[in-house]
């Protein structure tokens, strides 16, 4: 089964703190991708990347960078962080398309709380 | 602008009904697949049930099913014989794949489905 692993589950940080969240996938993925989860919006793509050193910028980029530096792993960065990004956020990967498998796997979640 | 809409924030049914989750969505794109999303209190996302919006004949998957309507765009999720362990936020979904071939998988806002015995 695929796994994609993100590194806490709960973590507490400071407004102003710079904060990584990490993600690893186990299956050769092409495609990774950071959502962040608040209730009543659904879950809004923050970044992906299709490539090593590759990236793009989902809906709402703003705050935020990422880093794609193995194909495995896929780092969510907050560089100063602000009570506005007190979320849940959600890793994912993808295969690329036509490999019969259109589909996302997801980590369990990191709940970020910023006080 | 793609989207997907859930008009159902909450819905509740009896253990052994039937349930239908509504959801509609927007997009100009030929090639996308659809999916339902379950999330249950360990907040680990689960595939439910998945279509490709080439076929025609709606996906079933055990107890749950769809009504895929690709006019209308709509993309409903029926759970036959409602289960405790049903109890989840569900969440549509739909993906496609733009210039960079990554396939962006948007979502709608959630459903959150209570199952009573």
């Known amino acids: 089964d695929v796994k994609v692993t993100q590194s806490s589950r709960y973590l507490v940080k400071r407004t102003g703190e710079k904060v990584f969240l990490e993600c690893v996938q186990d299956?050769?993925?092409?495609?990774m991708f950071w959502y962040r989860q608040d209730p009543g919006l659904g879950l809004r793509l923050i970044y992906f990347s299709y490539d090593v050193k590759m990236k793009e910028k989902g809906d709402i980029p703003e705050g935020y960078s990422v880093s794609r530096e193995k194909k495995e792993r896929f780092s969510l960065i907050l560089e100063s962080a602000s009570t506005n990004q007190t979320s849940m956020y959600l890793c994912a990967s993808s295969p690329f398309p036509g490999q019969g498998d259109e589909k996302l796997f997801f980590g369990s979640g990191t709940q970020l709380s910023v006080l | 602008a793609q989207t997907v809409t859930q008009s159902q924030p909450e819905m509740s049914v009896q253990e052994a009904e039937t349930v239908t989750l509504s959801c509609t969505y927007d997009t100009s794109e030929n090639n996308y697949y659809l999916f339902w999303y379950k999330q249950p209190p360990s907040r680990q996302m689960i595939l439910v049930i998945r279509?490709?919006?080439?076929?025609?004949q709606n996906a079933t998957e055990n107890r749950f099913s769809v009504n895929f309507q690709k006019a209308a765009k709509s993309f409903s999720l029926k759970i036959s014989d409602s289960q405790l362990g049903d109890t989840a936020m569900y969440f549509c979904a739909f993906i496609y794949y733009g210039s960079s071939n990554t396939g962006k998988l948007i979502f709608g806002q959630g459903t959150t489905l209570q199952v009573k015995p």
């Open positions: 299956m050769d993925h092409e495609n």
């Open positions: 279509q490709e919006a080439y076929k025609q």
